[in-house]
């Protein structure tokens, strides 16, 4: 099946560690987002591309990067984590243009990222 | 600003009692407005878009239905298998970016 795979499920990584998180799809899309969700909040935007264009939240820390090396790939880095990034990651597909301009986001099922 | 408010927080419900969620939102022109089912630890699985006042969309137990400044998921005779957290998303007319709701966690009990 076409899907939105995000490896690792889970991610423990140490406070100051530098961790990437990654995404991969199959279904051709255009969009791709990264999204931080903690308990009982909204997902919060933090990027997203439009094929190769970058686009940065106003509110996404520097301490959040991305990079996007082909249309089946994203890579989420936190550069030095910190305790208040402990959250579940998630990506997101979506594909955009001409008549496609009202489709929804497909997921994947995220990473919890844990910050010791 | 765009802002996009879900009530109630949380709901529980017998099987088989009805009830609504309500998504309240303002956004620069309406584009679409998503609804999306997040079971625990997974991430959102879509359900519905509606795009203009007056739309509706079924999905065996659910309907969703839309106006100017709001949208309501009713959920008909609902099961165990419906509890979940529902969460409300809009795409404004300018941009690529989605708002979302911070959600209501459903629990139906047997």
């Known amino acids: 099946d076409a899907m939105v795979i995000q490896n690792p499920r889970y991610q423990v ?20 987002y990264w999204y931080q969700q903690k308990s009982s ?6 990027f997203h591309y439009y094929d190769k264009d970058f686009n940065n939240e106003a509110d996404t820390p ?16 936190i550069r030095s984590p910190g305790l208040g990034d402990a ?21 994947g099922d995220g990473t919890r990222l844990s910050i010791l | 600003e765009d802002q996009v408010t879900q009530s ?10 009805s009830s609504s969620l309500n998504c309240s939102y303002t956004v620069s022109g309406l584009r679409g407005l998503f609804w ?23 999905k065996e137990r659910l309907k969703a239905t839309l106006t100017k400044k709001e949208s309501f ?11 979940a957290t529902y969460l409300c998303a809009v795409q404004a007319h300018t941009g690529n970016q989605f708002y979302f709701g911070t959600g209501t966690s459903l629990t139906v009990i047997p």
């Not at chain 1, 560690?17 to 791709?32: A, D, F, G, Y």
């Not at chain 1, 520097?62 to 880095?77: A, E, G, I, M």
């Not at chain 2, 998921?73 to 509890?83: G, M, N, Q, R």
């Open chain 1, 87 to 107: 959250a579940m990651y998630l990506c997101a597909t979506r594909q955009t243009g001409g008549m496609d301009s009202n489709q929804p986001q497909h997921f």
């Open chain 2, 8 to 17: 109630p927080e949380a709901l529980r419900l017998q099987e088989g009692e």
């Open chain 1, 13 to 32: 990584t140490q406070f100051g560690k530098p961790v990437t998180l990654s995404c991969s799809q199959t279904l051709n899309h255009n969009v791709m």
């Open chain 1, 62 to 77: 520097d301490n959040f990067q991305s990079r996007r090396p082909n249309t089946s790939f994203c890579f989420l880095d």
């Open chain 2, 73 to 83: 998921l009713h959920i008909t005779a609902p099961k165990p298998e419906d509890s």
């Open chain 1, 41 to 46: 909040q909204a997902p919060k935007l933090l």
């Open chain 2, 36 to 58: 999306y089912r997040q079971d625990p630890g997974k991430g959102p699985e879509f359900l519905f878009t509606l795009y203009s006042a007056g739309e509706e969309k079924e």
